[in-house]
């Protein structure tokens, strides 16, 4: 299970350093290799039941009670079939789709850096991994929005919907481990039967689940992500942004489903906020022109529509759910694919310029039409059962039936008009495409897999009620955390629902005929964008721009002094404050005695302090202030020597040197010595030297006298040799004892070496301007 | 800085700070020297050069950029401070080899640590030094 994990990780990578060079072999391999990973997963099939769940786990960090597990139930098992059998069939769309593209290898890594994150999120049997997956989805996705990176427009869709999503998976970790804290334990089927009814976090775990499921599912109002998204190239809008990453939020409601059964707040707030973006979603939808964008309303309408009828609750309801969103995903895979073979094709995705394809794309055409009728909800397809499957939940919800029933039929009848725009009017209607006549069919790769998920469709709607019982029916029963039974049929009789699927059908074709009076209807709504939900989002980072050009005009003076002022202060002040409360000052000044004992001689170096110290405060010239301040160093390095420190000793001297000369690399540079502050601003800086001096001396007085109990000391001598295998204390310090602290510092010291080299060439910058 | 006295004296000198400092580094760890010390030893005597001889002079010394010292520098570190890991012991847990060699002493995973300090250390010196220098 592991291995099948690392193996999509693995082809990425292999994608990112062959693909150049043998791209034909590796475009085609990826897809086969992707279908095989699918067939792996499909041997689980019959073996998963509504009782029976798999559980691998792999120890990782078991002190934390964290490992690695990967937990196989009814749920997973239909989402991990859904991931791998669409990436395989997208990706050998994407071979024809990406051919020649530069960068395609990136692409193809990206993709499969995605599914494998996607595949690792479903299978996820502890919040952790759920948490890690869910973010390496929402980067995938933000490199691929930002593949076309040259443009602008790419960037910004990226930035937004990275920031979006990955805001909303904090919330999301928050929500997780609260959820852990409540059950104590990290793991998801523990979670799941643990009773979260009495729990005062409740709330919090609710609100945020919410706020993570429904920025990833681009739910009102955080939906306005998805529609720029589209700016990534067409097979990544059809994997990532309708059939699988947009999901990710509605199986995590789907997850925890059965924790939060029969609580209020989420019944009501799944039914709201799925009901607005259900409408919202659907009457924008018509009004747009770009096809791509047409189906990303549509999107957001479908994913409201699943979550509302996850709210509703009810049995029925959650067949009814987990149904439409196989048949969602079925036709609009295929549909995303469509727009594609459109735009690579003739030239465009503007609905206003295509018209007549059918007799130059015959087999996109076949597809469309295919799609279009699931999308409808035309009977023989899953679509028509997927339609009924919701009407039956909605006349029979607990609450509210009548306005969920108006709702589900008014978003249906504008899917049918949809589903007429795009399959009878992008393929029947009349030519109007600029170079229709240059048109002709897309290759092969390309109109296979739209054609693939369009028979899919009618497929599964045919054979339904093996679908039902197999693959829905153990997912159906892990999302209600019951044994349930699912059945489906395409024949009811003559009932309420079906006359509700005809009357949707009549209504939808009467919507299509009066098209343009709709827009003109709603040409209001363009007077609401400067209230849409987007702009809070544009307004938040203008905000935190502002913020940070704030701060930083009053944090960086750009006088270095004034850094080292607020630096010293400080840690004085932090220092002294932590040293007094915990009263750590030595109750006896430790001994001095070996100090006074010692040669006269050895005072020579507080004589070259004494020097250089005096020197600075009065000359006038840089060159003399710095050979001082090599001679203090050189004064403090000859005192270590005394009290046998050689190792600090020699450090010193040679930092010295090298400092010193470092300025004599810029000396020439620097502009003439000036005293810049009057006097009180000079003693005030030496006040503040003093006392940190005295703060430092009262460290050391006080590390001396705790040295004897703390051992430490003794220990590093002892085991210097034995252990470290070297005589010399301080190095193997460094190199092994506390090795990773060196690791640490050494790291700091690169990151200030490409600073410095950046601030380096921005000055150059600026003097060549 | 440019002198016929200091640009001959450098060029005779510099094999032999790269031979102190080789010799600081392998007496390191019984001796007082070891990675950072050595590396600030050949520090000084390239930063002479610099001002000696002038940049391109000493940056053809070198035949590779100093980022690469840098990199080469950490991936000693970090390739340390792993050995301990696929053993299946904590990260940088220190591993030694039998042999001794003559002149260097005992060869272990801290002696490849200490060789990556060593090496990013002189690299960001001169790193710093080739961005601040202008001829």
């Not at chain 1, 007549?356 to 909800?377: D, E, F, I, Q, Y």
């Not at chain 1, 029916?473 to 629902?497: R, Y």
């Given at each position: 299970?592991?291995?099948?994990?690392?193996?999509?990780?693995?082809?990425?990578?292999?994608?990112?350093?062959?693909?150049?060079?043998?791209?034909?072999?590796?475009?085609?391999?990826?897809?086969?290799?992707?279908?095989?990973?699918?067939?792996?997963?499909?041997?689980?099939?019959g073996e998963v039941t509504a009782t029976n769940t798999l559980t691998f786990t792999y120890p990782w960090v078991s002190t934390l009670g964290v490992d690695l597990v990967f937990y196989l139930d009814g749920l997973s098992l239909f989402f991990v079939l859904l991931i791998t059998t669409f990436g395989a069939i997208i990706l050998f769309y994407s071979e024809g789709y990406m051919r020649g593209h530069a960068h395609a290898n990136r692409f193809f890594a990206y993709m499969l850096v995605f599914m494998a994150s996607m595949i690792g999120l479903v299978l996820s049997g502890n919040i952790i991994q759920i948490y890690i997956f869910w973010e390496l989805t929402s980067i995938s996705s933000f490199l691929l929005i930002a593949y076309e990176s040259h443009g602008a427009e790419a960037r910004k869709a990226a930035l937004q919907a990275l920031l979006v999503t990955a805001a909303g998976g904090l919330a999301l970790l928050g929500g997780l481990i609260l959820l852990s804290m409540e059950a104590e334990s990290m793991y998801v089927p523990d979670i799941l039967v643990h009773d979260f009814s009495q729990s005062p976090y409740l709330p919090y775990i609710l609100v945020l689940i919410f706020l993570g499921a429904f920025t990833k599912s681009a739910q009102f109002p955080f939906h306005f992500w998805l529609p720029n998204a589209m700016q990534a190239p067409t097979p990544v809008?059809?994997?990532?942004?309708?059939?699988?990453?947009?999901?990710?939020?509605?199986?995590?409601?789907?997850?925890?489903?059965?924790?939060?059964?029969?609580?209020e707040a989420w019944h009501y707030t799944l039914m709201i906020v799925g009901s607005i973006s259900m409408l919202m979603g659907a009457v924008l939808a018509m009004l747009q022109k770009d096809l791509k964008k047409i189906l990303a309303y549509v999107t957001i309408s479908t994913l409201g529509l699943v979550i509302a009828t996850i709210g509703i609750g009810t049995e029925a309801a959650i067949k009814a759910a987990l149904a439409y969103l196989l048949v969602h995903a079925l036709y609009?895979?295929?549909?995303?694919?469509?727009?594609?073979?459109?735009?690579?094709?003739?030239?465009?995705?503007?609905?206003?310029?295509?018209?007549?394809?059918?007799?130059?794309?015959?087999?996109?055409?076949?597809?469309?039409?295919?799609?279009?009728?699931?999308?409808?909800?035309?009977?023989?397809?899953?679509?028509?059962?997927?339609?009924?499957?919701?009407?039956?939940?909605?006349?029979?919800?607990?609450?509210?039936?009548?306005?969920?029933?108006?709702?589900?039929?008014?978003?249906?009848?504008?899917?049918?008009?949809?589903?007429?725009?795009?399959?009878?009017?992008?393929?029947?209607?009349?030519?109007?495409?600029e170079n229709y006549d240059q048109t002709h069919e897309a290759h092969f790769s390309m109109w296979l897999g739209p054609l693939l998920l369009g028979m899919g469709g009618l497929f599964l709607g045919l054979i339904n009620h093996a679908l039902a019982k197999d693959i829905l029916g153990p997912a159906v029963s892990s999302i209600a955390g019951q044994t349930l039974d699912m059945k489906m049929k395409l024949w009811h009789g003559f009932n309420e629902v079906l006359l509700l699927s005809a009357i949707t059908l009549a209504s939808g074709l009467g919507m299509y005929l009066i098209r343009h009076h709709y827009d003109r209807a709603l040409s209001f709504l363009k007077k609401l964008r400067s209230w849409r939900p987007e702009m809070v989002y544009f307004k938040a980072l203008d905000g935190l721009d502002k913020l940070a050009l704030g701060q930083?005009?009053?944090?960086?003076?750009?006088?270095?002094?004034?850094?080292?002022?607020?630096?010293i202060s400080f840690f004085t002040i932090v220092a002294a404050y932590i040293y007094f409360r915990s009263g750590l000052l030595p109750e006896q000044i430790p001994d001095l005695a070996p100090v006074r004992t010692r040669n006269v001689y050895e005072f020579t170096p507080l004589l070259l302090i004494g020097v250089g110290f005096y020197k600075i405060f009065t000359t006038r010239s840089r060159l003399t202030m710095l050979v001082s301040v090599g001679l203090l160093g050189f004064g403090v390095a000859s005192v270590f020597i005394f009290f046998s420190a050689p190792d600090v000793s020699i450090t010193q001297f040679l930092v010295e040197t090298v400092t010193l000369l470092f300025f004599m690399l810029i000396i020439h540079r620097l502009p003439r010595h000036h005293l810049l502050d009057n006097d009180s601003r000079r003693f005030f800086h030496i006040g503040v030297a003093a006392l940190f001096g005295c703060m430092m001396t009262l460290i050391l007085l006080s590390v001396e006298s705790a040295e004897s109990v703390s051992g430490f000391k003794n220990y590093y001598l002892e085991n210097s040799l034995p252990v470290g295998k070297g005589q010399n204390v301080v190095n193997v310090i460094l190199v092994d004892f506390r090795a990773l602290d060196t690791l640490g510092e050494v790291t700091v010291i690169c990151i200030t070496a490409l600073g410095i080299v950046a601030l380096n060439q921005l000055n150059l910058k600026s003097e060549e301007q | 800085m440019k002198t016929l006295l200091l640009a001959t004296a450098i060029r005779l000198l510099l094999p032999v700070f790269l031979l102190f400092s080789l010799y600081m580094f392998f007496r390191g760890h019984d001796q007082p020297g070891g990675g950072f010390i050595a590396a600030l030893v050949l520090t000084i005597g390239v930063l002479f050069h610099l001002l000696a001889l002038g940049k391109d002079k000493t940056l053809r010394l070198f035949g590779m950029s100093t980022y690469w010292l840098i990199a080469l520098g950490l991936a000693a570190m970090i390739l340390a401070a792993l050995v301990g890991i696929f053993h299946g012991d904590p990260m940088l847990e220190a591993y030694w080899l039998d042999i001794k060699i003559p002149l260097i002493g005992k060869l272990g995973t801290p002696i490849l640590f200490d060789a990556g300090v060593y090496l990013v250390v002189v690299g960001v010196s001169l790193t710093i030094a080739f961005a601040l220098f202008e001829d």
């Amino acid at each position: 299970m592991l291995a099948a994990l690392i193996s999509g990780y693995l082809l990425a990578l292999a994608s990112l350093f062959f693909f150049k060079r043998f791209p034909r072999f590796i475009s085609h391999l990826i897809p086969l290799l992707v279908a095989g990973l699918a067939g792996y997963y499909y041997t689980f099939w019959g073996e998963v039941t509504a009782t029976n769940t798999l559980t691998f786990t792999y120890p990782w960090v078991s002190t934390l009670g964290v490992d690695l597990v990967f937990y196989l139930d009814g749920l997973s098992l239909f989402f991990v079939l859904l991931i791998t059998t669409f990436g395989a069939i997208i990706l050998f769309y994407s071979e024809g789709y990406m051919r020649g593209h530069a960068h395609a290898n990136r692409f193809f890594a990206y993709m499969l850096v995605f599914m494998a994150s996607m595949i690792g999120l479903v299978l996820s049997g502890n919040i952790i991994q759920i948490y890690i997956f869910w973010e390496l989805t929402s980067i995938s996705s933000f490199l691929l929005i930002a593949y076309e990176s040259h443009g602008a427009e790419a960037r910004k869709a990226a930035l937004q919907a990275l920031l979006v999503t990955a805001a909303g998976g904090l919330a999301l970790l928050g929500g997780l481990i609260l959820l852990s804290m409540e059950a104590e334990s990290m793991y998801v089927p523990d979670i799941l039967v643990h009773d979260f009814s009495q729990s005062p976090y409740l709330p919090y775990i609710l609100v945020l689940i919410f706020l993570g499921a429904f920025t990833k599912s681009a739910q009102f109002p955080f939906h306005f992500w998805l529609p720029n998204a589209m700016q990534a190239p067409t097979p990544v809008s059809a994997y990532l942004h309708s059939a699988t990453m947009v999901k990710a939020g509605i199986f995590l409601l789907f997850r925890f489903n059965p924790v939060f059964e029969g609580m209020e707040a989420w019944h009501y707030t799944l039914m709201i906020v799925g009901s607005i973006s259900m409408l919202m979603g659907a009457v924008l939808a018509m009004l747009q022109k770009d096809l791509k964008k047409i189906l990303a309303y549509v999107t957001i309408s479908t994913l409201g529509l699943v979550i509302a009828t996850i709210g509703i609750g009810t049995e029925a309801a959650i067949k009814a759910a987990l149904a439409y969103l196989l048949v969602h995903a079925l036709y609009k895979g295929s549909m995303f694919m469509i727009a594609g073979n459109t735009d690579h094709e003739a030239g465009t995705k503007d609905i206003r310029k295509l018209g007549g394809l059918a007799k130059k794309m015959p087999l996109t055409a076949a597809a469309a039409v295919l799609a279009g009728l699931s999308m409808a909800g035309v009977p023989p397809l899953l679509g028509f059962i997927g339609k009924e499957k919701l009407y039956e939940a909605s006349l029979h919800a607990p609450v509210a039936e009548f306005t969920l029933t108006a709702a589900y039929f008014l978003s249906s009848v504008l899917y049918v008009s949809i589903a007429l725009i795009i399959a009878y009017g992008v393929f029947f209607g009349k030519r109007k495409a600029e170079n229709y006549d240059q048109t002709h069919e897309a290759h092969f790769s390309m109109w296979l897999g739209p054609l693939l998920l369009g028979m899919g469709g009618l497929f599964l709607g045919l054979i339904n009620h093996a679908l039902a019982k197999d693959i829905l029916g153990p997912a159906v029963s892990s999302i209600a955390g019951q044994t349930l039974d699912m059945k489906m049929k395409l024949w009811h009789g003559f009932n309420e629902v079906l006359l509700l699927s005809a009357i949707t059908l009549a209504s939808g074709l009467g919507m299509y005929l009066i098209r343009h009076h709709y827009d003109r209807a709603l040409s209001f709504l363009k007077k609401l964008r400067s209230w849409r939900p987007e702009m809070v989002y544009f307004k938040a980072l203008d905000g935190l721009d502002k913020l940070a050009l704030g701060q930083t005009r009053f944090i960086q003076s750009g006088y270095l002094r004034n850094y080292l002022i607020t630096i010293i202060s400080f840690f004085t002040i932090v220092a002294a404050y932590i040293y007094f409360r915990s009263g750590l000052l030595p109750e006896q000044i430790p001994d001095l005695a070996p100090v006074r004992t010692r040669n006269v001689y050895e005072f020579t170096p507080l004589l070259l302090i004494g020097v250089g110290f005096y020197k600075i405060f009065t000359t006038r010239s840089r060159l003399t202030m710095l050979v001082s301040v090599g001679l203090l160093g050189f004064g403090v390095a000859s005192v270590f020597i005394f009290f046998s420190a050689p190792d600090v000793s020699i450090t010193q001297f040679l930092v010295e040197t090298v400092t010193l000369l470092f300025f004599m690399l810029i000396i020439h540079r620097l502009p003439r010595h000036h005293l810049l502050d009057n006097d009180s601003r000079r003693f005030f800086h030496i006040g503040v030297a003093a006392l940190f001096g005295c703060m430092m001396t009262l460290i050391l007085l006080s590390v001396e006298s705790a040295e004897s109990v703390s051992g430490f000391k003794n220990y590093y001598l002892e085991n210097s040799l034995p252990v470290g295998k070297g005589q010399n204390v301080v190095n193997v310090i460094l190199v092994d004892f506390r090795a990773l602290d060196t690791l640490g510092e050494v790291t700091v010291i690169c990151i200030t070496a490409l600073g410095i080299v950046a601030l380096n060439q921005l000055n150059l910058k600026s003097e060549e301007q | 800085m440019k002198t016929l006295l200091l640009a001959t004296a450098i060029r005779l000198l510099l094999p032999v700070f790269l031979l102190f400092s080789l010799y600081m580094f392998f007496r390191g760890h019984d001796q007082p020297g070891g990675g950072f010390i050595a590396a600030l030893v050949l520090t000084i005597g390239v930063l002479f050069h610099l001002l000696a001889l002038g940049k391109d002079k000493t940056l053809r010394l070198f035949g590779m950029s100093t980022y690469w010292l840098i990199a080469l520098g950490l991936a000693a570190m970090i390739l340390a401070a792993l050995v301990g890991i696929f053993h299946g012991d904590p990260m940088l847990e220190a591993y030694w080899l039998d042999i001794k060699i003559p002149l260097i002493g005992k060869l272990g995973t801290p002696i490849l640590f200490d060789a990556g300090v060593y090496l990013v250390v002189v690299g960001v010196s001169l790193t710093i030094a080739f961005a601040l220098f202008e001829d």
